[in-house]
Structures are given as C-alpha cells and as structure tokens.
C-alpha cells in the first residue's frame, strides 16, 4: 500500500489518490488499512454554484505530485499508515437521500474495517452520512469544521432540510456531536441575521472566526482545538472555501478575506496529536478553478490529514523545519 | 414595450432581457404583450457538468446588445411584437418538481394571457413542463427539438424519470406532441444502443442528424420542418449543445461535430412562417463559457425565435440581405 | 428598503446591488434611505488595460450574496442604513468632462438628501467629481484613499489632466481635502521619481505604504487614520488595486505585494466609528478577473463601507467575534 | 528585410511583425519597402469592451509563427514585398483627435515613401485616418470593408462623431471611398433600425452579408469585389468581429454567425490581383481571447494582406495546393 | 471488454479511455482484443508551446461520456473490436530516443498481438516509432497524416533531426510508407520556402490541402483516399491542429483556416473499408484548452478510427442517419 | 542606458525588459553597463508541466510598466545600475548540454565585462550553467535559492542528471557553493524520502522553510542571510515556485503553503547590502497564468535584484517608507 513511484504511475496512466492502489468497492480492506480515499461525486445540495460532483476527478489527478515523507512530522506518511484509494461513491446524481444512505453505509463499512475515512466530496451535504456512521461507530465526536460558512441553516431559506448548508445543524441536533466539540474555523463574512450562530451557541460551540485565526495564528488556534478534543474521536470537516478565494476559487460560494493556503495546511498540521477517525474535504469546484490551484490545494489538506492518523501510530517526533 | 436606447439602458444598471421592460410575475401583462421572456435557474435535472443554473443572469447581460430591427425578415421584431422580461420562475434549487408546476403554471399563465413564452433554461429538463403547459392551450404541438442528443432516455440509466435527457420521452408519452410532429434537428455522437432512437421512431418523429444538416444546408432542412409543421402550434426547444464546443463551450455534455453557430441562427430564421406558440433556449452552462460567447449565440437565437412571433402578425416581407 | 430574500430575489432575475430596491434617479429617494449606491460605467481615464466600464454589472450580480447582518459590528446593515441601488450614471463613454458634470451632480443630489453615495466604477478618475460634490455639501474633508498608486499625478506623462493617475492631485489641489487630511494607504511599487511624493507631502499627506500595513496591521492603521480623521467628514476612495493580484487580478494595472482580502476588509471594518459620507470603489476589471473573485471582494468592501454608515445611527456594540 | 530565422529571432527576444527589421518611425524607410507595419495601440472609440490598445504587443508576439512563403500564390512574400515593423503610432490614449492627426501623418508618410501601410489597431476608428490619408495620396478609394457591423453610424446614439461604429460614414461623406465602390462584407445580426444601412446605400454600397458569403462562398464574393474594384487603388479595412466569435473571441462587439477563420482568410487571398494600398487589422481584444487564437488569425489574415501587395509586383502564379 | 455502465464508471473514480478495462503492459492481451490505447506523455519534440505529455490524462477523463454504439455504421464498436485501455508507455521525459524504443517496442508487442494500437501523444514525435514498428509487422504501409503541417522538416532549422515537425520525412526515407501511399490531409499556412513540399512530392505524396477539403468536402476526400490506399494496412496520424483552433485551442503550433470538428470526424468515418492497423492522435495541449473541447474532440476522433477497426470485422451496413 | 519615456516605449512597439536600450548579443557592452536581463526560453529539464520557455516574451511585455525609482532604498536604480536588455539566450530546445554550454558562455561573458547577469528562465536547470559561470568569475559563491523544493535531486528518479530539480545538486559538488553559503528559502511540501535534505545538510546547507519565514517574517530572514553571506559574490536563483500559487499560479509544479508576493518582494529587498554577481528568475509558465500575474510578479522580483546591484554602487540611504 506504499506510493508507486513516479514511472509506476505514470506507466498505469489512471489516477489513484496519492498514487496509492486502488480497491474499489474495498471490501475486505487489505489488512492493516488505516485509511480509505473515497470520492463522492454529487452536488445536489448546492444553493449557488454546482459543480464540485466534478471534484474527485481533479483531485485525484493532482495528488500524484504529493509525494510520502512528511518533513515536519518527520514521517513516511502511507508507510504509518496505509491507504488506499477506495473508488467513489455512487448513486444517481438526483437522490440525496440515496446518497447519504450509500455513503453512511460505505463510511460503516470502512470505520468497521479500522480504518479512517478520508471522503472527497462534492459539496458539504456529504459531511452529515460521514458523522452519522462515525458516531455510531465511536460515539459521539469532536467536530473540527472548517468553513467560511456556519452549515448551521435550518429549512426556512430554501425549503430543503438537507443543503450543503445544514450539515453542522443536524449533526447537532441527532446528537452525534459530543458536548462542546463543535469547532467552527474559519467563520466570516455577513449573516442573515443575529440568529445565524444560536443553532451552535446552544450546543456550545466554539468559534473561531478567520479574523481570529489570522490574529493568533493557525498554529494557537490548533492547540486550542487539540487540547480541547483531548482523546476523544475527531472529525474532521474541512469546506475548502474556509479558505480565500485567491488560493481556492474553485468553489461555489466564495467569500473574501478567508484563511492562506499556508494557515490552512497548518491549521490541520497543528491538531497532530489528535485521534483523527475521518475527514472530508468538500467544495471544490474545478469549473471555477484556475491552474488546479484549488485543488493542489486539496490535495495537500487531505495529506496533513493522512499524516494525523499516521502520527497516532507512533509518537510525534521533532520536528526537522525551524518551525 | 419598446427596448430602452442604449443610454436608458445603461443608466438603470439593471439588465432585463434584450432591453425591455421589466414585469416580474406579469400579470396581467401589459396589453398587447406578445411574447414573455422568462428565466428558470434551475439545473437538478443535469447528469454530467452542472451550472445552467445561473445562464439566466449572463444571457439577460449580454442581449442588451441585440438591437431590434431584423434586417433579414424587414421588420422590428419589438413592434410587431411586443415583449416583456417576465422575471425567473423560482422554486427552491432541490425540488424538480416544483420547479415543473411552478413552471407549468407560469407558462400556462402566459399562454392565457395570448403570449407565448420564451423560457430561458436552466437544464433540459425544463421543457417538459413548458410542453405541458402549451400543449394543453393549443393542442398537441409540432415540437422542433435542436439539439445533440436524442433526450428520449428511460428511467434505466440514472434511475430518475425526469433528468435533462428525458422531457421528450415524456413529450412523446404525454401525447404532447402531434403525430409525426416531432423534429428531431442536429444529433449526433455514439448513442448507447441501437435501440436509443426507438421511442421516437415509434412516433413517427423525423430526425435531421447535424450531418444531413451540414449536407444540405441549414435552410432546406427548415423548410422541411417548416412545410411539416404547416399551421400546427409549433414549440421550440434548443438545446444549445446542438452546436458546435467551438461556437458554444458553456455547455454541460458538449459533442463535437455540431452546428456552426450561422447554421443554427439560419435554421430559426428558416422557420419564418410557422405558428411559433413557445421557445426554450436550455443547457448554457455560464461557467464552461469563454468571452461569454455562448451567452451571446444563445441571446440571437432567442431573438430569432421572437422574431418567428413578431412574423406572424404580419405577412413575411422580402428580405434585404442578397440571400 | 430591505434586502429581498433570496427566493424573491431569484424571482425577480435583476440584480440590484446587494438586492436592494432599485430606485433608478432617484430623487426623490425614499425617505430615510442612508446610502446610494451608484455605478459608474467609465474607464475613459485609463493608462494601461481599460475595462472597469463593465464592473457596475459583475458586482451587482455577485453582491446578491452578501447578506445583511454584520456580525462583527452585531448591526443589521440595511435595516440600520437604509439603501437603495440608484442604477447607473451615465454619459456617453467618450466625454469625460460629461461624466464629472453627471456624476457630480448626481452625487450633489445624494448628498442633499441626505444620503451618502457609494460609486462603483468605473477607473479612479470618478473619484474626483465625487470629491467635489461632497466637499462642497460638508466641507473640506478627511480622505482615505487605499490605492496601489499615488494618483498624484500631473500632466507631464500622458498630456492629459484627469486622467485615473490624478485624481488626489486635483483634489489637493482645488482644496477639498482638508489639511493633513489625505491618508494614503496601501502604496507600493517602484515611482517614476522621487518627486512622486511631493504632491501629497506638500499638503500633509500621511502615507501608509502596504509594508506598513503588513507590519503592523491593518487594524492599527485604521485607528490611527479613524483617529486623526475625528468627526470629520470622511471620504474613502478604494481602488482594487491596493488589494494583491491574488486577491483581485481582475485590475487594470496590477502591482504584486498588496494587501490581502483580509487586510483590505479589516481596514475598512476599522473605521468603524468615523462620519463617512462617501465612498467609492473602483478599478474592478471583470474581462480580467476570474471566478469573479475581484467583484466578489469589490462587493464585501462596499458592505463593510454601508456599515460605517449603519454604525454611525447609533452606538458601536461590542463584536462578537473574538478580534 | 528578410524574415529572420528562427533562430535568430529567438536569441532577439523581441517581436517584431513576423520577424522583420524593425524601424521605428520609419523615415527614411530602407530603399525597396513596399509595406509597413504599425500598431496603434488606441481603444478610445470603444462603445461596448475596450482593450483593443493591447493588440499589437500580442499580434507581434505569435506572428512569428508565420512563415514567408505562400504555397497557393507560390511566392515568397517578403522577398517580393519587403516589409519592416514600423513600430507604433502614439499619442496620450485619452485623445482621440490627436490620434487621428498622428496617425494620418505616418500613413501619409508611408505612402509618400511608396509603400503600403498595414495598420494592426485598436479599435475601428483607426481607420479614417488611414482612409484619409490614402484618398489624399491615391485619390478616391475601393474600400473592401469586412465586418460584422455596418460602421456607417452617425452620432446620434452616443453624442460623438467619432467612435469606432462610424468610420465608414465619414469616408463617404468625405468622398474618399470611389462612388459605387464600399464593398461591406461579413454584416449580420440585428440593426437598430431600417434606416441603418441607408448612408452606404445612397453611396452604391455594395453589401455582403455573411450569409451571402456563406451561401455562395469567400472566392465567389472576392471575385465580384476584385472585378468591381477594377485597377482602382484598394484599401482593406478588416474588423476581426467579421469572423465568428468562436474564432475571433478576442474581440469586444462579438456577433455570432460569423465568417469561419478558413472563408476569412480565403476571401482576402481571393483579393488577388487587386492594387492593395493599405490594410487595416481592427478590434482584436486580448483581454478576451483564449491561447492567442484571435491573435494568430489576425497575423494571417496580415499575411494575406501583404500576399497582395506582393503579387503585385509580378505575374500572379498558378497555384500548388488543388484549390 | 465491454464499457462499464455509468454507474460502474463512476463508482471506479478511475478514468480509462472509454471506459474500458484497464489493462496495463498488457501481455497477453485478453484473448480477442483488437484494438489497445496506449498514453504517451512525451512533448519533448515541441518546438513552440509545449504541454501535450499532459493529453492522455485528460483525454481519458473526458472519453468516459463516449457510448458504445456508432448510429452511422450502425455497429456496436466495442463488441466488434474489443478494446482495452493499456496505460502509458513511459520512459523519462528527457530522453527521446528511449521513448522511440520504448514506444516502437510495445506497438510491436500490441501488433503481434493482432490488435491494432491506437495511441494519444504526446507531440507528433511520437508517430515515427509508431510506423516503424507497425511497418515491420504489416509491411509498407498507407499512411493518412492530418496536419495542418507538413511534417517533412529536416533537421536544418532545429539542429535536430527528430522533432515533432520530421515524422512523416523519416518514414519517407526509411521505406515504411508504400509507393505514393502518404495521404496528407489537412495541410495550410505558410511554408518556410518552396522546397518544403519536396520530400513529400519526391515519394509521391498526395496533398489534400484544408481548401481543398473545403471545397470538395470531407467525405469525397475520404474516397478518395480510401480507394487508393485499397486494401494495403493503413496508418492514420492525427494531429488535432488540423482542425481551426476554434474547434481545438488546446494544441501549441495552431494555424487558423483548419478544418471544422464536423468536417474532422467526417473524414475518419469516411475512411470506413480500410484496414486500419493503428492510428495516432497526438498534440492536444490541455494547458492551451477551454473547456476541454480539445479533448472532448481528440476522444471522438478516436471513436471513428476504433470503429473502422470495429467494421472490418464485418459487412458495412447501411447507414441510420440520412446522409 | 535609462529607461524609456512611457510614449517612447509605446511608439517602440518592442518590448525590452524594463522599457531599457536593447543590445543583443551584447559584447562590447556599453560602457558603464552593471547589469544584463538575459531570457532563457528553454523549459527541456521540466519534469511535470512545461511551458516555461515562452516566460521572456511575456515577462519583458509586462516589465514595462516598472518605472525605476525605488522608494524605499531611495534609489533611482536604472541610474545607478546601469542595465540592457541582452536578448535571448538560444539553441534549439531539444539540447540541454548546448544550452548549458551557450548560457554559461554568456554569462561568463557578461560577468567578464563587469555587470551581473539577471537571467530569466526558462526552467530550473538553467540555474547550473549560471552558477558555474560565476563561480569560475568570482569564487565560490554564497547561493541564495528560494524555491518551494530542494532542488537536489539526484538522478535516481528520472534516470537524468540535470533536470530542474537538480542544479542546486551539481553546484555544491562541483563546489560552486561556498562552504555553509547555501541558503535555501520557501520549502516546503512533502518530500520523496527523509534522505531529501541530505545533500544540502553535509554541505552546511542552511533552511528556512516557509513555515519559518511565515513566523519570522522575511526581513528576519533576509536579515539571516545578509549577515552570513558577509562581503562573499551572492547569486540569487529565485524559483517563482517559492511563492503560494495564489500569487504565482503560471508555474509548472504548483506547491501550496507558499510566501505571499509581499513576503517574497521583502525578502529580496531585504538583502540590500549584499554583494550580488548575478541572479536567476525561472519557472514562470505563461500558458499556466492568469492576467499575467505571475509574470508582473517576476518583473517586480528581478527589479528588486537590480535594486541590490544599484545600492553597492553608494551607500545604503533611509527608507522613505515608515517600515
């Protein structure tokens, strides 16, 4: 389950993630998977701009420029922990509902493996089956949410309980958030009103707004979040308009004045130590992307989180960079 | 009803279609009223590269540059046929069917009112209501479909009965359409089956593949329709992947080998004669454009379709242009 | 002079700034309204790549998804300032001299009533007749110009007195900038000499170059400027380009090492507090810009600048975000 | 004034016109040139998106890819028309009067030096200048206009004599076109109104619209143009907008239904045998365009213009292709 | 070797050409095969814009939405010529001639096999070890060359000998083209001298230069082609800048004039009757492209010379479509 | 050897970096040349997407709009540094070991007369040649090398020696490098294997990561680096890869996490002091930009490396700027 090497890939000329093998459909994981890429190719949850279903495919193929040692972390990331690239996802485009089933029951499956879920969306309605299988599977999570937005929308606006802009709200309210850990990164821009952050203020959320972030450093707000979510099982959700339309304006709902590629990635670096059980990554767009940049950018993210779960195999080491 | 001047135009800021006024739900329309241009962002119906959502905010920018004197057919198209700028039909983005009543609703309201409606998709999948709405006022149609695909797919491939690739099989089901009557105008590509074209076949429907048209030339291949049709309610729904990526690359399921954008502008025109009682102009995909050179094709064909309204109150002059 | 909701909005299918009423000329403006907001479709004052005539249309489309309550003043902005989206001021686009007559007087009639004007461009040659109309309607006044450039430029380079390289210059110069009351903040780049300076120097220009910025934050910039500027009349004048080309590569003539997305919008957020009666925001290119990131960024500027407004009907609130 | 080699001009680093001598203000030119190529890097006539000042930097740039021999003229094209880059016409962009007063002396120069000049604008109203200047020299003109606009306006619509939808009025009332001989080809798309195409009408006008050229084919019309202009100095003003957006996006007044790049190209070598005196290459927008493809149309449809003037100097060969 | 279902295809996340099975350093081929694409990520032979090593990527991407049956020979392609995506041949990207022998030798292996290679470049360099190797199996060979170039450059202006502009000069002088059996097709622009015909014209080349086809049409040159190269094996090399950039902006040295995709596609399908024994398509630039209708046009150009493939197999039938 | 005016510029029509005289092949160089800008258009040693050989047209096109008075170094630098364009550096791309030869050539050339070369890439690999040229002129030399890689590849993995991510390599063991003078800025991303860093390390090579000169800030560094470098000849080899993708997306092998421009201005303004020999700008990739920014901001960088050349001619005055 180790990388192939650059030739290796390019002779196969297919895309696995990280140029990892491919098992779809990975069931029995070969043993000793701690983590599967799945892509989840729907869009039917979106309020703006479609088109992140088109994502997996982008991000695949850019992943093959990541390569395995992590020199922070100081550590060979797939050899910790072996990954594969599970397929996608699937079901019509049309059926939301079908979706969440086939991914909650896909999400099972992986976290019954032991292993950790890396889910590469489409647009964030995706979040919502990830937590409802890991908190059956490991009880109720720390939630680390990464996003310009709150995703903490009720059905008034739009008449749909279950857009991309609900997940957060009804992963609070089926319980599958434990007390207190929901960390919302990355908050900014307007509300629709004085009421927008009630939904997570009642279940004690923590926000972080990118102002804030930007003021203390990403790295503070990590420790922040880590000490916080102690040993409990994390999920992580990460909307890749937390991050500014300059590094990642290939997303449907961009909104200036959000968090550097760079406060991004070590944003997710600086929760080393966490006992990460899955991650996604959620509103790329590449119709609206430039130069793949958003999704070079997805690519790393979903690295820094690979390397989460690989760390926990081990202890962390010092680092080999200045910082 | 007249179009602003462009000074006019330029000072509101706003920009309704083609520069006229603007009634938003109208009704009752102005007195007169003789064609109602309506948006309908919708695009859940997509199976591949969604987006046609937002076409109706770049076509209505870039017709204000359409002036209104038809200089082929001789007369002003907006005189002869007054037209206003009805708004978008709206509905929440996840629910089809709404968007089909609500759409079925407005277009009949139209149709009362004596107008016919020009429905600026959104997918293909906003036909079907469109072809419900007025073959109910008028009786069963003479649909000339343009387009590359067939769009008379099953339930089987995507599990849903009413995506973008479906409204004619509806159409042709619903007895919507009058036998024979459907025109099938600029398919082409490898189909799925030899069995692909069988749901037209068994209604007689007459299909001009985008070769028979560039072999025999846009013009004739009208008149064939146009003399086809003969006094029959005549509805119009274009596909704008009929033409060629190069002509209009917004578009979600481009094919190439298509219709130059001249072919397509003279197969509307070619229509001068028939008793047009609604158009759609479907699937502009704003995203995929480049120099919105889509938006502007897709702004002209409309305008040759109102132009085939404005014709029909009155007799068909000589044309100026040599051809 | 609330905002639509989004399904109104999305009915209607113009878009007005912010989905604000559209009053175009509007004198009388509904009573109460507080802020107008104003295109002007000009680029007939650039040096190098013009196009910002077409920037009213990009940030009024994308403004639609700005909503109204600002989270970190905890003020509902439209509620608290009410506006209206004035449409465009127009001319045709050869007659500069008509433009300032135009605008001037438009922005005259804004003030008189008792609103205060919020230009969108257009070059930075609008700002000038801004500057007239306001000064004259308040008095000398505190301008912040954030810029990339000087704009203090005379006539020497391009034989031409007005062009978007001079506006401060004029201003200085014809008295309607009080004493020690121009802030400039944002400069970077090479000069053509070191007299490029002297301009402002000469009236007690204070200078904030964009490394001043960064060093010390934008935050503590805007109180030194809110605090010298005092209960004077202020005017901000925002040319996009002080933004980075990163964050706003839609711009005519791009200078690396500007502000970022954030910087920009926490210096305008910092104001908080000063009388502002005008704002402008110019320079946004959309035939160079992409995923509309710059009139995207353009829009939220203009938010933060509407809410200096609402802030000032009554007390400041504490922020409920952490900065 | 040979073409350097390809090698040559690479190690230059600079882009003359398609690698030839570059002399700027060309006075006195080298012994023997017969054509002169100058950019006027001028938009200020631009009633819809400017831009077109940046042109010839880009036109110079890929026109090195144009090699000197014709293989259907069978002649070497700078050996028999030896050609320099003349440089650039300029002027402050804010003065359009002095722009024509510029650039009809440099064209009056060129000519008095017996050379041809080829123009690469800018916007159309480049071309009364040049006309001017011709007319003086060579007395009345044929003038082989193509375009997708009749360019005949007057200033009513925008209170200016002089933009770029005007300069072929001002030829006729100015008597520089040789009655009966305006030769307009490529016009489509809607008018204004009936009375539009009236100026060229009462001057004999020869009208052929895209259609026409369409139908009957590009050598078909260049035959009749050539045999009406007779021995009859030739101006040819070329407004890339006469070719369809999907080949000529770069372009700020795009009209769908245009020529395609292969009838653009074939109507102006059809031209052969013609007394070309000086050509014009207008409206190419950089800003707009995608990979150069305006651009390298533009340097062929110059390479044409300039075959002219080459075959001019000696017997016009047999062809090699088969057509 | 069926097409996986859309479904299937999608639940893969994989891109194989057309979907089909993916079987790489395919020996032994599964049993029937006929037809093996090969990937050659190799640019190294560019003279102007290089980026074609990136095409197999991307044209595998888009091929997923190519179906199965061909409603013109009316043949279901893939069941009369099974296929198989056979991944890349690679090598370094630095060295060209390991990637001829590499290249030559898995042709060889695909040849022996009895299938046909079908291999997408890659720059047009990689053509030669193609025809030498399928030249050795199958003896002299007809070869069709869809260029809008000659490709008989020698190595006097590069210093090079093997570049992307010298293929088909190579298999000229090394025999691997019968007597009189170089079809090119496609051929415009300027040539660098009257010589450059030569090596073609000295063994008997056929030129059907774009006008040409134009003028006669693409089916008649087929014909013609089809019927001269008779039953001898043929080799098709396509080179995408045959085609106007209008219809293929994604490729580095494009000349305008080229052939539309319709006029394109309709030349393959009209070679239906030859022995097709391999075929190349090669320079398709994606960082050049837009909305990857490069690409989307490479994959059809490759389903018409799979069908040939398919229609050896059996009688031709009659076509479905009218023309 | 000033600048150009900006008329006189434009009326050049040419584009020399800098709007500075051009003198190609330039030996003699004018008397009192400190400086030679150098294009390299080579990209032959790219190992994921090239297109960097096309960077001199552009960044010489943009240049122009750099006027020469620094106003935080107080300098007119083009007065004190005297500089000329020297055209391009050429070969035929296919030859890695000429251009290697021919470029180190000519810098040995340049240095020999006096003046520092400033070249422009091309990729990486043109670093070497560079490097070995100098070293031979002045010693071994302090090495500054932003780069978001280490560049010290060997030929393991793609079986070549001197691809660009090999040059920094070479130089240190052909000693180029003065002991500990390696200085490498802008690391960061995954690396192949914790042996990565090894050849930099056994030499003394010095890192600052990304993530360091994001907590330090680039003054900091920069002031590290002037410090250890002393009075020692310094060659700076800027990758454009150094900065985030955001700010520098024209580039072949995107890394995100990167500085930002102003971070990457401050750091090369920041080693005023230092005594520069000569400096590399290299892997802008034109094709891969949007709206030039990577190419303006590769103009500003070099600008600020003449800048260092200008300041050894005096003293170092005070900032004008606060910071």
Partial sequence: MAQQSA??????GQTPFFRLPWVPMARPLPSGTRAVLLGVPFDGGTTYQPGARLAPYHVRRVSALVQGWHPVHRIPVFE???AVDGGNVVFPPFHPERMRERLEAEVAAVAAAGAAPFVVGGDHSVALPCLRALARAHGPLAVVHVDAHLDTSGPEAWGEPFHHGTPLRHALEEGLVAPGQL????LRGPWGGPGDGDPGAVHGARLHPADELQARGAAAVAREVREAAGDRPVYLTFDVDAVDPAFAPGTGTPVPGGLTSAEALRLVRGLAGVRLVGMDLVEVCPALDHADITS??????LF???ALVALRGGGLSARCYSS
Same sequence: chains 1, 2, 3, 4, 5, 6.
């Fill in 7 to 12: 030739l290796e890939y390019l002779s196969h």
């Fill in 304 to 306: 820094e989180g690979l």
């Fill in 80 to 82: 910790r922990a072996p």
């Fill in 183 to 186: 960390h919302q990164v990355g």
């Fill in 296 to 301: 070079h950018l997805a690519a790393h993210l």
